[in-house]
């Protein structure tokens, strides 16, 4: 009886299985002569249960052994998908490049014969201009990130000295564009807090160019701080847009792509963004809410800081109203006052324009400048209420004058603490400093200059020689900046020492072993900014007569009285001029006032021609910018000085898609810096992976070699002429 249970259940897994063939179990077991008596009966419909059951059990176990594997191959293809897309980041960048230097030239060239010249002309050529720009720091950093030297250096920052960075490198970046930026910081988060102050805001001004970019016309950049109940506390930096895109389904969202019709990068920004919160630990992702509308997300670790003790403010209870054409601006205004301790009100601009509005109940009007009409100015006049102009920094703002009230103006996006100082300002009647360029009846005094620099014409990296051999303290802390300001001297005496930030300033300052003729001072720094480093230099009497010139990304009005207030005597906007840097350094130096009249055209230095390096296309990448040209070919020979070595061990190792992956990098970036025959090298190799040719790669090892070795001899000539 046993034998035959056992052999009818192995039947029942063989019939499953393929293994037995119903003739061979017909041949041990004769079915139609087998008991049916109630005893045997019941052993049999166990049997077949039990043998139901194990069918069943094998079936549903190889479903799932099928279903595993086409997790795996789905995973795995993903990924791959990924990979090849990511390669796709350069293998396509010097076609693209040149796409947009060719608009760029064509759109001169239209100024040039003066014919049909308008605003939109204009603008043409300044996008062109800022797209090449960005596309040149976003290949440097790439090229940071690809040879790993981007280390995250978490320090004690200033969150609003963080978030007006990222307004004036947008401002630099667009160019009177037509969007509102909104800054919503929650309550609990403290205004100092620790993290990486420079990749923090090249991740997030990268997110915001995204939607810039695609035509966003108001974003909400939310800072929160999770519950007190969870374990692990973390800051989260939350992008709110008004597009409408499909980005959870796309796979390469994080990847560079070219859009033909914008004629710009849309995500090589999106890649550094996603690699650079990938090194601070955090995670990067991206997502359509509850609306549809796209978001971008990331944290990072929330560390406790002592926070400075607040002074409370004597002015609060004020009655404010509050109009603006945006409802989010209004709404997140009002949260910024409740928590200053006033009492806003909101008024829609359509109540705002159609009703008689009594502005004797109120202390003070914030109010959108476009829709400032002149009845509400005269019924201003007659009340006892302030005015707060708000204008959109990425506009061009108009200044109010009106003596009859009492007005000051904020630009957005606001800060809780520019809103503040702005509402004392008011109360405690502040005199304004002039706005022009002064000398000082004291010839001991420095010159203020309160306006931009003019640019002086026909200036070269030699002409800087004309200042001898000055002494610069450059406080700087991001890493390309100091490399443009050192590029800038390099070819004068001038002798350059760099402070990564406030602190190693007034260390070096006071220390007394260099007497500096001049201080370049950047405003967003972690440890100490450059205000409060300003403030303190100016205790010091030694350095009444030392100028401090600002390095700043954001020239808004409240931000320049702020530089001034500090004891800063002049201010240059990034991205850095050369032409009017010299025309500071002439002014403070030479104690000279401003000359509008250009310098006498200086001869441009000859462009070398060099072996397989073709300097002057690969200086059209970066808008005939030497130095950041330089920069770009500096960081590229630090990435792949010794790629023949790799090259070479993954030809003998037969890691052909590792090979692929190598000179997809190599032929995109040795096109973008004008490197031809390095690009066609690597082009042919390529081809020859694509049709699996790979007996023929040995071949290329010594081509290999040679090609670099000739590339980086070339790349040392021009570095070092």
């Not at 052993?43 to 069918?55: P, R």
């Not at 014969?113 to 950093?141: A, G, P, Q, R, Y």
């Not at 760099?498 to 602190?503: D, F």
């Not at 190792?653 to 090298?681: N, P, T, W």
């Given at each position: 009886?046993?034998?035959?249970?056992?052999?009818?259940?192995?039947?029942?897994?063989?019939?499953?299985?393929?293994?037995?063939?119903?003739?061979?179990?017909?041949?041990?077991?004769?079915?139609?002569?087998?008991?049916?008596?109630?005893?045997?009966?019941?052993?049999?419909?166990?049997?077949?249960?039990?043998?139901?059951?194990?069918?069943?059990?094998?079936?549903?176990?190889?479903?799932?052994?099928?279903?595993?594997?086409?997790?795996?191959?789905?995973?795995?293809?993903?990924?791959?998908?990924?990979?090849?897309?990511?390669?796709?980041?350069?293998?396509?960048?010097?076609?693209?490049?040149?796409?947009?230097?060719?608009?760029?030239?064509?759109?001169?060239?239209?100024?040039?014969?003066?014919?049909?010249?308008?605003?939109?002309?204009?603008?043409?050529?300044?996008?062109?201009?800022?797209?090449?720009?960005?596309?040149?720091?976003?290949?440097?950093?790439?090229?940071?990130?690809?040879?790993?030297?981007?280390?995250?250096?978490?320090?004690?920052?200033?969150?609003?000295?963080?978030?007006?960075?990222?307004?004036?490198?947008?401002?630099?970046?667009?160019?009177?564009?037509?969007?509102?930026?909104?800054?919503?910081?929650?309550?609990?988060?403290?205004?100092?807090?620790?993290?990486?102050?420079?990749?923090?805001?090249?991740?997030?001004?990268?997110?915001?160019?995204?939607?810039?970019?695609?035509?966003?016309?108001?974003?909400?950049?939310?800072?929160?701080?999770?519950?007190?109940?969870?374990?692990?506390?973390?800051?989260?930096?939350?992008?709110?847009?008004?597009?409408?895109?499909?980005?959870?389904?796309?796979?390469?969202?994080?990847?560079?792509?070219?859009?033909?019709?914008t004629k710009s990068y849309e995500s090589l920004g999106l890649f550094i963004a996603s690699e650079l919160s990938q090194l601070m630990n955090g995670e990067l992702i991206a997502r359509n809410n509850k609306h549809g509308y796209v978001e971008f997300l990331f944290n990072i670790p929330f560390i406790k800081q002592?926070?400075?003790?607040?002074?409370?403010?004597?002015?609060?209870?004020?009655?404010?109203?509050?109009?603006?054409?945006?409802?989010?601006?209004?709404?997140?205004?009002?949260?910024?006052?409740?928590?200053?301790?006033?009492?806003?009100?909101?008024?829609?601009?359509?109540?705002?324009?159609?009703?008689?509005?009594?502005?004797?109940?109120?202390?003070?009007?914030?109010?959108?400048?476009?829709?400032?009409?002149?009845?509400?100015?005269?019924?201003?006049?007659?009340?006892?209420?302030?005015?707060?102009?708000?204008?959109?920094?990425?506009?061009?703002?108009?200044?109010?004058?009106?003596?009859?009230i009492q007005t000051a103006q904020l630009t957005k996006p606001l800060t809780k603490i520019d809103l503040n100082k702005t509402i004392e300002e008011l109360y405690l009647q502040k005199q304004q400093s002039a706005t022009k360029l002064t000398q000082q009846e004291d010839t001991n005094k420095l010159l203020v200059?309160?306006?931009?620099?003019?640019?002086?014409?026909?200036?070269?990296?030699?002409?800087?020689?004309?200042?001898?051999?000055?002494?610069?303290?450059?406080?700087?802390?991001?890493?390309?900046?100091?490399?443009?300001?050192?590029?800038?001297?390099?070819?004068?005496?001038?002798?350059?020492?760099?402070?990564?930030?406030?602190?190693?300033?007034?260390?070096?300052?006071?220390?007394?072993?260099?007497?500096?003729?001049?201080?370049?001072?950047?405003?967003?720094?972690?440890?100490?900014?450059?205000?409060?480093?300003?403030?303190?230099?100016?205790?010091?009497?030694?350095?009444?007569?030392?100028?401090?010139?600002?390095?700043?990304?954001?020239?808004?009005?409240?931000?320049?009285?702020?530089?001034?207030?500090?004891?800063?005597?002049?201010?240059?906007?990034?991205?850095?001029?050369?032409?009017?840097?010299?025309?500071?350094?002439?002014?403070?130096?030479?104690?000279?006032?401003?000359?509008?009249?250009?310098?006498?055209?200086?001869?441009?230095?000859?462009?070398?021609?060099?072996?397989?390096?073709?300097?002057?296309?690969?200086?059209?990448?970066?808008?005939?910018?030497?130095?950041?040209?330089?920069?770009?070919?500096?960081?590229?020979?630090?990435?792949?000085?010794?790629?023949?070595?790799?090259?070479?061990?993954?030809?003998?190792?037969?890691?052909?898609?590792?090979?692929?992956?190598?000179?997809?990098?190599?032929?995109?970036?040795?096109?973008?810096?004008?490197?031809?025959?390095?690009?066609?090298?690597?082009?042919?190799?390529?081809?020859?992976?694509?049709?699996?040719?790979?007996?023929?790669?040995?071949?290329?090892?010594?081509?290999?070699?040679?090609?670099?070795?000739?590339?980086?001899?070339?790349?040392?000539?021009?570095?070092?002429?």
């Open positions: 009886m046993k034998q035959l249970i056992f052999l009818l259940f192995l039947g029942f897994l063989g019939l499953h299985a393929g293994i037995v063939d119903t003739d061979e179990i017909k041949e041990v077991i004769d079915l139609d002569n087998v008991a049916t008596q109630s005893e045997d009966f019941s052993i049999w419909t166990a049997l077949f249960g039990l043998g139901a059951v194990a069918i069943i059990a094998v079936f549903l176990f190889s479903e799932q052994l099928k279903n595993f594997k086409e997790y795996i191959q789905n995973k795995e293809k993903k990924e791959k998908n990924i990979q090849q897309a990511q390669n796709k980041i350069l293998s396509d960048m010097s076609e693209n490049i040149q796409n947009i230097i060719e608009e760029t030239a064509h759109s001169a060239e239209e100024l040039a014969e003066k014919k049909d010249i308008n605003d939109n002309t204009i603008e043409k050529v300044i996008h062109s201009k800022d797209k090449l720009l960005d596309v040149s720091t976003n290949l440097i950093e790439f090229l940071r990130i690809k040879s790993k030297k981007v280390e995250i250096e978490n320090e004690k920052l200033k969150l609003s000295n963080l978030l007006n960075d990222i307004t004036g490198t947008l401002k630099a970046s667009t160019n009177n564009s037509d969007f509102e930026l909104i800054y919503d910081v929650k309550s609990n988060v403290p205004d100092i807090i620790i993290g990486d102050t420079l990749n923090l805001s090249k991740i997030v001004v990268n997110l915001l160019l995204y939607c810039i970019d695609n035509n966003s016309k108001e974003i909400v950049f939310q800072i929160s701080r999770n519950s007190f109940f969870d374990k692990q506390e973390n800051l989260y930096f939350t992008i709110i847009s008004d597009l409408k895109i499909d980005v959870e389904n796309q796979e390469n969202i994080f990847n560079s792509n070219y859009n033909e019709k002592k926070q400075p003790q607040k002074e409370e403010s004597t002015l609060q209870s004020k009655k404010i109203l509050m109009v603006d054409s945006s409802q989010k601006v209004a709404q997140t205004i009002k949260t910024m006052l409740g928590d200053l301790k006033h009492k806003p009100k909101i008024l829609s601009k359509e109540d705002y324009l159609l009703n008689e509005i009594n502005f004797k109940d109120y202390d003070i009007l914030i109010v959108d400048e476009r829709i400032l009409t002149k009845h509400a100015i005269s019924k201003l006049e007659k009340a006892d209420t302030k005015l707060i102009l708000l204008s959109n920094i990425f506009k061009e703002q108009k200044e109010f004058k009106n003596r009859k200059h309160r306006g931009t620099f003019s640019d002086t014409r026909g200036i070269s990296l030699s002409s800087f020689a004309n200042f001898g051999d000055i002494k610069v303290l450059l406080v700087e802390d991001n890493l390309i900046n100091q490399k443009v300001l050192v590029s800038v001297l390099s070819k004068s005496p001038a002798v350059v020492t760099v402070a990564n930030n406030g602190q190693e300033a007034l260390d070096i300052l006071f220390s007394n072993t260099i007497k500096f003729d001049l201080v370049l001072m950047d405003i967003n720094m972690p440890v100490m900014d450059g205000y409060n480093a300003t403030s303190k230099i100016r205790t010091n009497k030694n350095y009444n007569n030392l100028p401090i010139i600002a390095l700043t990304a954001l020239t808004s009005i409240a931000e320049i009285d702020k530089m001034f207030e500090s004891g800063m005597n002049g201010y240059l906007a990034k991205p850095l001029n050369k032409e009017k840097l010299y025309t500071a350094m002439d002014i403070f130096l030479n104690h000279k006032e401003e000359n509008l009249v250009a310098q006498q055209e200086q001869p441009k230095e000859q462009i070398q021609q060099l072996n397989g390096l073709d300097v002057q296309k690969g200086m059209q990448l970066s808008n005939t910018n030497d130095i950041f040209y330089k920069e770009i070919l500096a960081e590229f020979k630090d990435a792949y000085k010794e790629s023949d070595k790799i090259f070479e061990k993954l030809v003998n190792d037969f890691r052909y898609e590792q090979l692929r992956i190598l000179c997809v990098d190599v032929k995109g970036l040795s096109g973008s810096i004008g490197a031809k025959d390095m690009h066609d090298l690597s082009t042919e190799i390529l081809q020859r992976i694509l049709y699996k040719k790979y007996d023929l790669m040995p071949t290329f090892i010594d081509k290999y070699r040679v090609t670099l070795q000739t590339l980086i001899n070339s790349i040392d000539k021009y570095l070092y002429s």
